[in-house]
T-cell receptor
Framework: DTAVSQTPKYLVTQMGNDKSIKCEQN?????MYWYKQDSKKFLKIMFS???????INETVPNRFSPKSPDKAHLNLHINSLELGDSAVYFC????????????FGPGTRLTVL | DQQVKQNSPSLSVQEGRISILNCDYT??????FLWYKKYPAEGPTFLIS?????DKNEDGRFTVFLNKSAKHLSLHIVPSQPGDSAVYFC????????????FGTGTRLTIIP
């Protein structure tokens, strides 16, 4: 059983397109996260949702919009993709207040051409 | 501003010897520190953590040491095994319970059989 799953694993698209990455967790966690790992290998948090409510919103272009239809899902929509959006995006989940047990998904490698 | 730094991008260690991975931080508000391990094509997995009220935490072959005055922590793996070959990320959080983790750029550890 996959604890935190992401789809797709790879995404290649043209500049200017709109794309989505889906994340699902079956751990019963109440908090989910999106991280971006850029070409310099920095792993930086983008957003966090607790019980479908946004609790962390780092300085991210408003072309990025997270959507949490329920506690088990946190999707990432990206509009008007740019070359600099190319990165690996990781979803994670945990129980609020237990940040040391963040479980990460396998990542989605996004390449913008 | 890189608040968590891992200055060694890579490290090679003979099997059976000790591996020492280092991490420095600049933000004096950080009070909780974690190490994550990452295999290729997988998300990071939690390894071990330490709060700022301690200077050492041990879990089997893994020990994390914290030197608050030097703003430095290290991960010791003894004895090193081939399965330990991975990228190790140091992470920090300010105020235990704050869900925002700040990551270093990782150190690739290679265990030589």
């Amino acid at each position: 059983d996959t604890a935190v799953s992401q789809t797709p694993k790879y995404l290649v698209t043209q500049m200017g397109n709109d794309k989505s990455i889906k994340c699902e967790q079956n751990l019963g966690h109440d908090t989910m996260y999106w991280y971006k790992q850029d070409s310099k290998k920095f792993l930086k948090i983008m957003f966090s949702y607790n019980n479908k409510e946004l609790i962390i919103n780092e300085t991210v272009p408003n072309r990025f919009s997270p959507k949490s239809p329920d506690k088990a899902h946190l999707n990432l929509h990206i509009n008007s993709l740019e070359l600099g959006d190319s990165a690996v995006y990781f979803c994670a989940s945990s129980h609020l207040g237990t940040l040391y047990t963040q479980y990460f998904g396998p990542g989605t490698r996004l390449t913008v051409l | 501003d890189q608040q968590v730094k891992q200055n060694s991008p890579s490290l090679s260690v003979q099997e059976g010897r000790i591996s020492i991975l280092n991490c420095d931080y600049t933000n004096s508000m950080f009070d909780y520190f974690l190490w994550y391990k990452k295999y290729p094509a997988e998300g990071p997995t939690f390894l071990i953590s330490i709060s700022s009220i301690k200077d050492k935490n041990e879990d089997g072959r893994f020990t994390v040491f914290l030197n608050k005055s030097a703003k430095h922590l290290s991960l010791h793996i003894v004895p090193s095994q081939p399965g330990d070959s991975a990228v190790y990320f140091c992470a920090a959080a300010a105020n235990f319970g704050n869900e925002k983790l700040t990551f270093g750029t990782g150190t690739r550890l290679t265990i030589i059989p």
